[in-house]
């Protein structure tokens, strides 16, 4: 039996490093049970030497961490039949079916009476029951592997990367599924690079970079405490609207080629702006002012992309 | 260590293994067609008749019995060849080794030796042969034979020395029954080797140990499992060996429980390998390769297909390092000479290596990411 503790995964000073190289910096935060809680960052940011120390299969180099009130460095073998874990870059049998494998490791959980058929119809691969794993596609292949990450009902569920590498359809089909793990109350610890799966699905969002939690809590509360400009979008500007805003001292960048996003500090700038286009004569067919979104926040927190050629490196700076 | 999850184990290897024709063909059918080449070879070597050339020149009657003799003889299928024909061009032409000229003059000289006493009469047979066939050499030395035979019948005197021989055996055996054990142990020893080297790196590679070491199985549950797995495939194999032995070539083999100690040694030692490897080979390419260099002097080298006394001896010495000898040892031992002493010598051997690289193999099996 797990401990009835109010997290269900506490980092306190944790720091792991590979000879010179510095991968986990002295981080500490706690997941609430019930929880999806996501770390965002980048590729080699952390996330997935975190996650794995975590999940008992790679040992701090100094630190703390608890899962459901066990030290994860001396209670693997308790640890082990809570969780759930979706590797990164997940793969399985090649020549077992889909309802095999997931036979297959419910039996190394020693599971009772597996509900092989519900986790089937949870992830949607009911019409897939019987085809071997080489033969799904990618989005199939994730969701297996969500599948068997549930297998032994776990109380926290690790997802490193879900979507990573799935087309937009594919990744859409997998965060319904994650949608349902949310509703049934499991703690999910997700790791992505992707924005809008954070936005969508998690709780609480720790952005980490180079090995360092950078800031943490809610998407809203992110963006409400990192928030201290707007972004004004012009849509279907010409060429003397660019130049006007260039020489007013902004940097606007150029969006879906037509479009250009500004970065403003002052509400009192917008109308200046609105006004030198209007004086000018130049033209635009509509505007949009918002609030900087998580992925905005993320570049001027981390000064890096999320991903190579991300919205939020062409956006607004 | 847990049942459940080892037999778990055992049936998704044992899946995946029958799913993969290729794989299944060729572990179960590669020992089965040497044991099919080499096993025909051997037996038409039991029985073998040379096609041998002969040109006649003097065309009489006794030069025509010596023919005929040589053909009694049982070891040849004789051609004739024209006495008008150069024999020498006849040779390069005709893809044959070796053309065997009866002289002119063959019968007056054989009359004048016999009838006459004429002991400084003889005749001279020659021999026109490619050196570069490999056969050449073993046909002419029969060939000699037959002459001297013949030689010693017309001096009319009984030989001195004569020559009895005695088998050490109770009865006599073939060269495929001293063959077929030789096959077993390295097709075990292919089967294990490479089994674990190329499924443990694929796996590694794909990232399933990493995702199995997050679920309850330990690297001893994993490790059993893999050894059971390889030990079911090797029994496989050996039944489907000795049963078309059987049928095929009619052997006969002494079967007892020596067959499985061995088979599961061989099993042990080079599953063992199989993981050292795996631990440095960090690519499924260059784990093939290793296992190619472990495996391939040990096919030759350890007297599986030939016996290692026709090695320079050198090379008999280094054999006697390999594990694989004996295995060879033993399984011969055991089949065809029923010297259990024997056979516990070499099990005694290669169970110390086995233990050995089996233990070395377990502590290089990396489960945790940081090990």
Known sequence: ?317 | MRLRVIAANIGVKLTCFYREKTTMFFTIAFPIVLILVFGTIFMSQDNVEYRLCVQDLDQTKSSEQSVKTLELNGKFKITRVAPAVNATQYVRDNGVNLVLILPKGFERSLMRRKFFNDFKESVTITYIYDPSSSSVATKMEILNAVLAGINQEMSGVPPFVKSVSTSILTRKYRFIEFFIPGIIAMAVMTLSLFGTVDSDTELRQKGIIRKLSTTPITRTDWILSSILYQFILAVISTAVMLLVSYAVFDVSLHIDAWLLVFIMLDVFAFVGIGMILTRFAKEAQSAAAASNAISYPMMFLSGSFFPIELMPTFLQGFAKLLPLYYVNEGLRAAMVFEDNMAALRAAAIIGGFAAVVFILGIMATKWDEDQ
């Open chain 1, 1 to 317: 039996m797990t401990k009835e503790t109010e997290y269900a995964i506490e980092v306190d000073n944790l720091t792991k490093r590979y000879g010179d190289l510095l991968a986990v910096d002295d981080v500490s935060f706690t997941v609430n049970r019930g929880e999806v809680f996501a770390f965002l960052g980048p590729n080699g940011a952390g996330k997935t030497t975190t996650v794995e120390i975590i999940e008992t299969i790679r040992t701090p180099t100094s630190g703390k961490v608890t899962l459901l009130g066990m030290d994860v460095t001396k209670k693997k073998h308790s640890i082990v039949p809570h969780i759930g874990v979706l590797p990164q870059g997940f793969s399985s049998f090649d020549r077992i079916t889909v309802r095999e494998t997931l036979q297959y490791y419910s039996r190394l959980f020693s599971c009772r009476k597996p509900d092989i058929d519900g986790l089937i119809e949870l992830v949607n691969l009911k019409d897939k029951a019987k085809e071997q794993y080489k033969n799904l596609s990618g989005g199939l292949r994730q969701r297996l592997g969500i599948a068997i990450a549930l297998v032994n009902d776990p109380e926290v569920v690790f997802l490193d990367e879900p979507s990573t590498g799935l087309d937009p359809r594919a990744r859409r089909e997998v965060w319904e599924v994650l949608h349902g793990l949310k509703k049934k109350g499991k703690t999910v610890f997700l790791t992505t690079h992707y924005i809008e799966e954070a936005e969508l699905l998690a709780d609480t969002v720790a952005i980490i970079s180079k090995g360092k939690i950078i800031s943490m809590g809610s998407p809203r509360e992110l963006i409400e405490s990192n928030a201290d400009y707007q972004v004004l979008t012009l849509q279907s500007v010409d060429e003397k609207t660019f130049e006007i805003i260039r020489r007013m001292g902004y940097e606007p960048v150029l969006n879906n080629y037509k479009d250009i996003r500004i970065r403003v500090e002052q509400m009192d700038d917008l109308p200046k702006i609105l006004n030198a286009i209007k004086d000018a004569g130049a033209l635009y067919l509509g505007l949009d002012v918002r609030k900087p979104n998580l992925e905005e926040v993320f570049l001027k927190l981390t000064g890096e992309a999320l991903r190579e050629g991300s919205a939020a490196e062409r956006g607004a700076e």
